[in-house]
């Protein structure tokens, strides 16, 4: 018989998961969603097949349950749906940011003949909705499964057989472990990104110069601020214990700062940027890791008129699309860079083999 999933919520995350879904299954695919326009949508694009008018309508008769709402309405589907609807054997899994509070209340309220397996696939984007859903998005990424220890191994084979098209890495650790980790590097970056745009949002009122200026830098550092308020509210409410010692901490090194700053300690401050670069620079490349989500390429560029179409157009010669393009640097008669973005490693290889047939010099940071 034909299986059956349910995804509840529709947004960027829950979307791609449903299109990885259908690389690896031919199964049917129900989805349910706050927003009908969001559903429909989802179902022009194909990414669902059927939409169902109510959780309970949708978790009848479904073989796996993936919840894809923010962590806060997601805790509030586990606990307001109705029990006695779920298939014996459902696999019930989250894709939520923050996993311990989502782990304890499905585990307080839900039925035995159900399993939940707390997920997180750690690779996104600042973008939100149905639009930016993308069956690559979790390449080479890593998945985080939060099995408890009762969980019967085959589940989590399954749900990992269920999700294998995400082509992830799988790894498996505990809520609070995951939360203090996603804390760490995931969650506590968009606070200070998004502290660092408030900053300048307040300056730019007697600067109005001040935003138009921002140049590489600012933009790198800063582009996690445009992610959604309503699912960063949520995150942050949930991982409060852990985010609260980082601010404490954080607020300690930033008064370090300025203190051999204050006393112009040459040395010191040396050593702190050098210290930042040897420890950064040991982060693995072309890995999707849980930072950079996108497959970048850089193309050093003579700055003469028609370079970029040139670029471009050996590009769409070879049917490689680009998902981003950007001109990171030039001035009058210097060598600029192009920062080319692409949905795949494989796209970006095959980008470099024939740019670089073409006598561009590439680089990969
Ligand atoms: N964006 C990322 O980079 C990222 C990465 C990994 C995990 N996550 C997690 O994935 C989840 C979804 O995030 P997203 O980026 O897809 O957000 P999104 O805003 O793109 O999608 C969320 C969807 O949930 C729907 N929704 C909200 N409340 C609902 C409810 N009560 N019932 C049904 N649908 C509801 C919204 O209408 C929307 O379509 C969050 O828990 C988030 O923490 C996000
Ligand atoms: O690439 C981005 O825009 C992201 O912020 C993705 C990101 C992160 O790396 O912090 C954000 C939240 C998720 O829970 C997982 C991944």
New binding site residues.
Partial sequence: MTKKVLI?????????IALAIRQEHSCVIRG????NE?LKVAKSLKIIDEIVDS?DDGIKDVDLII?????S??E??LTEVNHQSFKQGVIIT?????KANIVSKATEILPEHVTFIGG???????????E??REHLFENAFYILTPMESTDNRSVIQLQNWLKGTKAKFINMTPKQHDYLAGAISHFPHIVATSLVNQIAKMEEEQPLLLRLAAGGFRDITRIAS??P??WR??LIHNKEVLLPLLDNWISEIKGVQQILEQNDEQAIYQYFDDAKVFRDQMPERTKGAIP?FYDLFVDVPDHPGVISDVTSILATQSISITNIRILETREDIMGVLRLSFRSEEDRQDAKNCLEQALYETSII
């Fill in positions: 509840i919520g529709l947004g960027l995350i829950g979307g791609s349910y969603d706050i927003s969001t959780v919840l894809a709402t923010p962590v309405k997601t509030q589907i989250d894709v939520g940011s923050t997180h696939p750690m690779a996104g984007s600042h973008k939100t909705g149905v930016a859903a992610a959604s309503v699912m949520d995150i989500a």
